[in-house]
């Protein structure tokens, strides 16, 4: 089994900054891609960012120039740092990853961190 854990999520003031890390363990063989999504109250889970094992990140409009995602290869790890943030940044962050292991390429999902941005 393969398990995704999320960690640095908190309360911060507008303008502050909040570094998230999410971490994959279990039986992987390979990690392809990983990725940060966001789900307000009231409104679907959206993509935030996202990284290849080779480095190639994407990331939605909203964030770009203020979000920056890393991967770390050989810790099964990902991280999403998160500067300049907005009361609109506030909503339960989960990590997502495309991964091989013995049952296969599946996509996980950790748990979620929540992240509040006081106005």
């Known amino acids: 089994q393969v398990h995704l854990v999320e960690s640095g999520g908190g309360l911060v003031q507008a303008g502050g900054s909040l570094r998230l890390s999410c971490a994959a363990s279990?039986?992987?063989?390979?990690?392809?891609?990983m990725g940060w999504y966001r789900q307000a109250p009231g409104k679907q889970r959206e993509l935030v960012a996202s990284?290849?094992?080779?480095?190639?990140?994407n990331y939605a409009d909203s964030v770009k120039g203020r979000f920056t995602i890393s991967i770390d290869n050989s810790e099964n790890a990902m991280y999403l740092q998160m500067s300049s943030l907005k009361p609109e940044d506030t909503a339960v962050y989960y990590c997502?990853?495309?991964?091989?292991?013995?049952?296969?390429?599946?996509?996980?999902w950790g748990q979620g961190t929540q992240v509040t941005v006081a106005s």
């Open positions: 279990g039986s992987i063989f390979s990690v392809h891609a």
């Open positions: 990284i290849t094992s080779g480095g190639s990140s």
């Open positions: 997502n990853a495309r991964i091989s292991g013995v049952y296969g390429t599946n996509n996980y």
